[in-house]
C-alpha cells in the first residue's frame, strides 16, 4: 500500500504538533554544504555536515528516543535562524538547545556559547574558563563532538598558536565561517 505524498505530510505535521515526536529533523541546504538539522520539544539538538540520514537519525534515535520523523516545518525557526547566519544578519543563534552532557562538558559548552561572534579563543583557554586548565586536549575532544556546530560556535576554538585544527566538518568549513564571520586569529584569551 502506497501512502498518498498529502495523507504523509498531515501525518508528520500531526505528529510534530501534537508532542507525539522525540526528534523532528530536516535536510537543509547552505553555503557551506547540505546540513541535517534536528530538535526536540527543549530545543536544536543536532547539525550534521553531509547527512545521510541512513546514519545520522539512528544516534538521534539512541540519544532522544526512536519516534525521529522528517517535519521541515518544526525546524523553521533554527532554519531561518542559520539562513540568517550565512547572510551575514545574524551573531548569535537565540532558538534553545536540547544537550544532555556530563557537568564539566555542559561547563565546556556553556563557555563556547560566550566565544563572541567574530572572535576566536583556544581549547586551552576554553578549559581554563570552564574550570580545568589542564583539560585543553578533553575540550578539543569535546569540540570535534560538538552535536550542534555553528550554533555552539567550535569553529572559533583554535590551537595554542592561533592555528586551524580539528573540526569535526574539515578545516575547510572552519575557516569560511570563520571568514564569513570576518575573525582575526589573533587570540583573545
Do not use: W
Amino acid at each position: 500500500m502506497k501512502v498518498s505524498t498529502d495523507l504523509d505530510h498531515r501525518f508528520r505535521e500531526r505528529a510534530a504538533a501534537d508532542g507525539s515526536l522525540d526528534v523532528a529533523f530536516d535536510l537543509v541546504d547552505s553555503p557551506i554544504g547540505p546540513l541535517l538539522v534536528a530538535a526536540t520539544g527543549l530545543g536544536l539538538c543536532r547539525i550534521e555536515f553531509d547527512p545521510e540520514p541512513d546514519r545520522d537519525l539512528e544516534p538521534l534515535a539512541r540519544a532522544f528516543g526512536a519516534k525521529v520523523l522528517r517535519v521541515p516545518r518544526a525546524l523553521d525557526g533554527p532554519k531561518r535562524e542559520l539562513d540568517e547566519y550565512f547572510e551575514g544578519k545574524r551573531e548569535r543563534f537565540e532558538q534553545p538547545v536540547d544537550v544532555r552532557f556530563e557537568s564539566f562538558r555542559l561547563r565546556v559548552m556553556d563557555e563556547l556559547a560566550l566565544v563572541p561572534y567574530g572572535q576566536v579563543t583556544t581549547y586551552g583557554a576554553l578549559a581554563a574558563r570552564a574550570g580545568r586548565p589542564t583539560a585543553a586536549r578533553a575540550v578539543g575532544t569535546f569540540m570535534n563532538r560538538n552535536p550542534i556546530p555553528i550554533v555552539l560556535p567550535c569553529h572559533r576554538v583554535v590551537g595554542a598558536n592561533g592555528s586551524l585544527v580539528g573540526y569535526g566538518g574539515g578545516l575547510e568549513r572552519k575557516e569560511r565561517l570563520l571568514q564569513l564571520e570576518g575573525a582575526s586569529l589573533t587570540l583573545r584569551g
